[in-house]
């Protein structure tokens, strides 16, 4: 049974930090392609970030370039996203995925693993 744990999440003003860390456990973890999606109050799921299984290529959503960063370290089974200059509309729950493809090497959100997400709040 592969589990996935957020931490790191909480409340911080606008242009502040955060780092997330999500742990897997009872997988491959050097196996999968993980990502970062994010969920507001009202709104869908959608991506913020995702980084190939052994680290070479990371995707980014057009909202958080130049402000996030997503990176892993295959020996602790950890994938991390830092988080820069957050803004009110970063506000969400932040949610792990792992995945394994046969094609792609972005996290598509569609029939992988989620952990059960860690709540971002940015006050203006």
């Known amino acids: 049974q592969v589990q996935l744990v957020e931490s790191g999440g909480g409340l911080v003003q606008a242009g502040g930090s955060l780092r997330l860390s999500c742990q897997v456990s009872g997988g491959s973890f050097s196996a999968y392609n993980m990502g970062w999606f994010r969920q507001a109050p009202g709104k869908g799921r959608e991506f913020v970030a995702s980084?190939?299984?052994?680290?070479?290529?990371?995707y980014y959503a057009d909202s958080v370039k130049g402000r996030f960063t997503t990176s892993r370290d295959n020996a602790k089974n950890t994938v991390y996203l830092q988080m820069n200059s957050l803004k009110p509309e970063d506000t969400a729950v932040y949610l792990c995925?792992?995945?394994?493809?046969?094609?792609?090497?972005?996290?598509?959100?569609?029939?992988?693993?989620w952990g059960p997400g860690t709540q971002v709040t940015v006050s203006s």
């Open positions: 995925y792992a995945e394994i493809h046969p094609t792609i090497d972005q996290a598509t959100g569609l029939g992988g693993y």
């Open positions: 980084i190939t299984s052994n680290g070479a290529r990371v």
